[in-house]
Structure formats: C-alpha cells, structure tokens
C-alpha cells in the first residue's frame, strides 16, 4: 500500500511540473493545454471575424457594381 501512494504522490507531482520547458506552474498539464487552446482557438474566431467583415465588403462592392450595371442599361 505504501508503494501505491509513493508512485501516486510522484505522479501527481511530475504532471504538476509539466508546463512550458518543464517548469513547475500553479496548473496542471492539462488546464495549461486547455487554456492555450483555448487562446489559440479565439485567435481562429478573430481571424474568421476578419474574414467575414472582408466578405462583407466584396458583398457590398458587387451590390455596387450590380445596381452601376443596372442603370447603365436602363439609360441605354
């Protein structure tokens, strides 16, 4: 028994020390994972929101052009 809570102590400790460069941090292995990918999940939504406003402008150049074209021959 004394073994098992030995290996178990060591283990919780080592997972302890496994943020960047092994350095000991207040957060597990996992919560330092999670919040990077957390972190690098809302760079992706702010580029994806970048992506959307650009869209969004070619949409608005197209309408432009489409309702130019319109008049154009309307006048004709």
Known sequence: MQ???TLGAAI???AS???NGNASTPMG???AHGMKSFEGA???S???DEVAHSLNGIADAIIYLADAIKEKNAAD
């Open 42 to 44: 809302q760079g992706i």
């Open 3 to 5: 073994v098992d809570e």
């Open 17 to 19: 020390m496994l943020g």
């Open 12 to 14: 919780l400790r080592a």
């Open 29 to 31: 292995a996992i919560e």
């Open 46 to 48: 702010n580029s994806l």
